[in-house]
């Protein structure tokens, strides 16, 4: 905890089925023009925010070869479809940089971050792989053996997934609000057909609290074993806006409130230590100060907005500080 203070802050036209509109092939000619400009700055406007969002380093990815290591033609291909996916890209400039180099050299991801960043400086010029399949060839991949293209693909992606744990809080919600295709045993009763019919369940929010706690679950027991923490990173912004999180069909504000689904971060609730014994303190924004305080017990001080992060947690931290409960306070909102 520190001691510092602060607070951030395609157009398509309608489709006609039944009959036909008889226009004069100018007229054609002038509304295919026009459809097309349309689309032209559409298409600009989406680079424009691909860029900002993935990164312009990202988005002028170049072909660049990588020298066969060990009958690593197989890895080379699988690695290039990775890399060279600038979606896949933007979500590895992302990582946590593991600490210590035992932790790097074991870690895929961040192996993968390095060898795009060498591509990137490359020139063009071929690049040897060899850090990130010691990396593979560490979690089984064996070199000096002809792979099935398949079975790899789905080795690295396991690693992948299972070392990729930084998560947010805007993308937690849209996970928890995901449609549910209910299906076989979940199956629903119709009682029109008079059967079990597989279905789709949506959450719906209508109304939204004035104070919104949201629990992060960050204990858990599996088979009556000793409850274990879980310190996977997950950030959370000082500004939640469901507007921007949720689908119109899932979220329908009350349209007589201004910024009916926008909130600001009013309280952290920490916890330290591991499940079954622990400590908590509280971060919270002073209204009136318009300053962050920690509450340690007795303990009283001003804390940063880089403080109140380091409470996002980390994987490799078991004893680390990790928040637990987030309340947000509606923004400009008078009533319960």
């Given amino acids: 905890m520190g001691?510092?203070?602060?607070?951030?802050?395609?157009?398509?036209?309608?489709?006609l089925y039944g009959y036909q509109i008889l226009v004069s092939e100018e007229e054609e000619e002038e509304e295919e023009d026009s459809n097309e400009k349309e689309n032209n700055k559409e298409l600009e406007k989406f680079s424009k925010q691909l860029d900002e969002i993935l990164g312009m380093a990202d988005s002028r990815n170049g072909a660049v070869g990588l020298y066969n290591i060990g009958l690593s033609c197989c890895l080379n291909s699988l690695l290039q479809s990775f890399l060279m996916n600038r979606y896949f890209t933007s979500i590895l400039r992302r990582i946590n940089v593991p600490h210590g180099r035992a932790e790097q050299d074991a870690s895929v991801p961040y192996q993968m971050l390095l060898l795009l960043e060498s591509m990137q400086r490359a020139k063009g010029k071929p690049v040897r792989p060899f850090d990130l399949i010691c990396c593979l060839s560490g979690h089984g991949v064996r070199l000096f053996v002809l792979h099935d293209a398949s079975e790899?693909?789905?080795?690295?992606?396991?690693?992948?997934?299972?070392?990729?744990?930084d998560t947010d809080l805007e993308n937690s919600l849209r996970c928890f609000f995901r449609p549910e295709q209910l299906t076989k045993e979940n199956m629903c009763h119709c009682e029109k057909?008079?059967?079990e019919t597989s279905c789709t369940r949506r959450k719906k929010i209508m109304h939204l609290p004035r104070m919104l706690t949201l629990?992060?679950?960050?204990?858990?027991?599996?088979?009556?074993?000793?409850?274990?923490?879980v310190t996977h990173r997950l950030a959370f912004p000082s500004e939640l806006?469901?507007?921007?999180?949720?689908?119109?069909?899932?979220?329908?504000?009350?349209?007589?409130?201004?910024?009916?689904?926008?909130?600001?971060?009013?309280?952290v609730i920490a916890h330290s230590g591991p499940a079954d014994f622990g400590h908590y303190c509280a971060y919270i924004w002073s209204l009136t100060e318009n300053k962050w305080y920690c509450f340690n017990d007795s303990s009283v001080c001003k804390v940063s907005w880089d403080d109140i992060k380091c409470t996002y947690g980390r994987q490799s931290v078991c004893w680390g500080e990790t928040a637990y409960l987030l309340v947000y306070m509606r923004r400009n909102s008078t009533s319960l």
Avoid: M
């Fill in 3 to 15: 001691q510092k203070s602060g607070h951030p802050k395609e157009k398509r036209s309608p489709k």
């Fill in 152 to 165: 790899v693909y789905y080795k690295i992606w396991s690693l992948l997934k299972s070392q990729i744990t």
């Fill in 193 to 195: 057909c008079n059967k």
């Fill in 215 to 229: 629990h992060l679950v960050r204990f858990r027991s599996q088979g009556g074993n000793r409850t274990k923490k």
């Fill in 241 to 267: 806006d469901f507007s921007q999180i949720l689908p119109p069909e899932q979220y329908q504000p009350d349209s007589k409130k201004k910024n009916d689904g926008l909130y600001d971060l009013f309280a």
